[in-house]
DNA sequence: TCGCAGATATTCT
DNA sequence: GAATATCTGCGAG
């Protein structure tokens, strides 16, 4: 399986969300392979977007998104939770991509042991794939274009029907100004089954 | 199905 | 020193 470079992470940050979906999150501990499909995302940007860390200004935990892009961004929230973001745009321009959801492929057994024996919506939010996955603040600023802990390879070729693109207003959380930012993108489960008993296109 | 508690890093005053 | 945050889990209805 191939690694996404840099080229892939160094363009629009909703390009690249756009992208994401369908690929193949891979994580290693110790000489495990976690992997799961990405099945949902949300943009970031850096202006005019209220919802993001970097639309105030530069500080020291958002100051990884005004870097080069194909790098992890984690943070934490709620006093309990963590959330991963990939960093996109080149290097000076702010951007990021949330990760919200993925689809267990590999060793899901792992999951479900650190996800304390729940086996259901093992990965269907972005603090659940966090700890399926066992990212924390540690994996922050580590880079994603090398396959050390954590990186990202080409999975599913997901046909744009089947890639949903929507607000982040109404759908789940709370309230948003910006009306128009259609800034997520998802694919239901039925059709992301469909696309893996089919194979790669 | 819905509403709220939970517990802390980071930022703001 | 105080308020807020890209949410989840659980308990009530």
Redo the contacts with the bound molecule.
């Keep these: 399986m191939e690694i996404l470079q840099p080229d892939f992470y160094e363009r629009p940050t909703l390009v690249v969300a756009h992208d994401l979906i369908g690929k193949s999150l891979v994580r290693r501990i110790e000489d495990i392979r976690l992997s799961g499909i990405i099945c949902e995302a949300?943009a970031?940007l850096g202006n005019n977007d209220s919802?993001?860390?970097?639309?105030?200004?530069k500080?020291?935990?958002?100051?990884v998104?005004f870097g080069p892009g194909g790098v992890v961004?984690v943070?934490?929230?709620?006093?309990?939770?963590f959330?991963f973001?990939i960093v996109t745009e080149p290097d000076g321009i702010a951007g990021?991509v949330?990760i919200?959801?993925i689809y267990p492929q590999e060793n899901i057994q792992e999951m479900i042991k650190r996800?304390?024996g729940?086996a259901k919506?093992i990965a269907?939010?972005?603090?659940?794939?966090c700890?399926a996955l066992d990212i924390t603040?540690k994996l922050?600023r580590i880079n994603l274009t090398e396959p050390t802990e954590i990186w990202v390879e080409e999975g599913l070729k997901i046909p744009d029907a089947f890639i949903n693109r929507g607000p982040r207003v109404g759908i789940?959380?709370?309230a948003e100004k910006d009306q128009q930012a259609l800034y997520r993108f998802w694919v239901e489960s039925d059709n992301l089954q469909k696309m893996i008993l089919e194979g790669p296109a």
């Design positions: 949300e970031y919802a993001s860390h970097a639309s105030r200004k500080t020291p935990r958002n100051s998104m961004y943070y934490f929230v709620y006093g309990m939770h959330m973001n990021a949330l919200r959801a996800r304390k729940n919506n269907d939010g972005p603090a659940k794939l700890q603040k922050n789940q959380y709370a």
